[in-house]
């Protein structure tokens, strides 16, 4: 389907939804801040929409403290990785680039780790939460492309090529437990502790990130919000400081967010669908 064929066929209600966020940003520049809801029609789920499994993820002192705890998140991380890298920008993700080329969007803020925002064209895009296609050692800072650390991998652990229909879950994880011989590799310039450069549960977001994203919602007239449900703290903070500032904030996401009561317009809605009809309207 083309972005003009998803325009037109919108429900009315989203129509009118559509109408009423194109009334309000109009003219403005608009900071985005995009989540999981974004990357779902790429065959990315969500964490938390609807028919979400229930998942216990890593949590950064677990990774630190267990080394069979390490292994088998490298181990499912590598599986998952395969296929989330092979995942395809969406019309979501091209309207935003679109929508910074014209002029009406001064950037994205996502708390997505997949990279599709700059693989669909987005030039100013600030990942809060890290991206997967990075590795950091914890212990010398050296980064490392994830491609080469995955084949350090495989060469050391032959039995994890990629079965078919491996599961992946939102931070491109997948579930592992068979990992006791597993050979994880260090850091080949000081020997220390590899880990993808994602903010893991219990970690906080690195404060230049967070900078960066609230210099692009300062420089900016209205806050977009696409897919996120707002329960992570990083983005319901970022909500807030647009809504101190007295900028409109408009919501598209199915189901609830935590920042509901705090929009301008909350549009219950498919993102790509709608950031297609936004990036058709808005620089007209």
Not at 82 to 102: I, K, V, Y
Not at 164 to 183: I, L, T, Y
């Amino acid at each position: 389907m083309t972005v003009m064929q998803q325009v037109s066929a919108l429900d009315p209600a989203v129509e009118a939804g559509v109408d009423a966020a194109v009334a309000l940003l109009r003219g403005r520049t608009v900071a985005v801040l995009t989540g999981a809801g974004v990357s779902t029609d790429s065959g990315i789920p969500d964490y938390r929409g609807e028919g979400a499994p229930p998942r216990s993820p890593m949590t950064f002192q677990t990774f630190l403290a267990d080394d069979r705890a390490r292994k088998r998140y490298w181990a499912g991380s590598h599986l998952g990785w395969h296929r989330f890298s092979s995942s395809e920008p969406n019309d979501g993700h091209r309207a935003l680039a679109s929508l910074e080329l014209d002029g009406v969007v001064n950037g994205v803020i996502t708390q997505n780790v997949d990279g599709l925002h700059l693989r669909a064209g987005s030039r100013r895009v600030v990942d809060v939460h890290g991206s997967m296609d990075r590795v950091r050692c914890l212990t010398c800072g050296q980064i490392f492309a994830r491609d080469d650390i995955a084949a350090r991998l495989a060469a050391a652990d032959p039995w994890l090529d990629a079965p078919d229909g491996v599961r992946v879950n939102p931070d491109g994880d997948v579930d592992v437990d068979a990992v006791d011989d597993m050979v994880v590799p260090d850091c080949s310039v000081c020997g220390g502790i590899l880990k993808p450069d994602v903010v893991f549960f219990g970690e906080f977001v690195p404060a230049e990130k967070f900078t960066e994203a609230s210099a692009l919602i300062r420089q900016a007239d209205a806050l977009l919000v696409a897919g996120s449900s707002l329960v992570v703290n990083s983005g319901i903070r970022l909500v807030d400081q647009a809504v101190k500032r007295r900028l409109p904030v408009v919501i598209v996401n199915r189901g609830e967010t935590k920042g509901d009561s705090r929009s301008a317009l909350k549009i219950d809605a498919g993102t790509s669908e709608v950031l297609a009809a936004l990036a058709a309207r808005l620089p007209a």
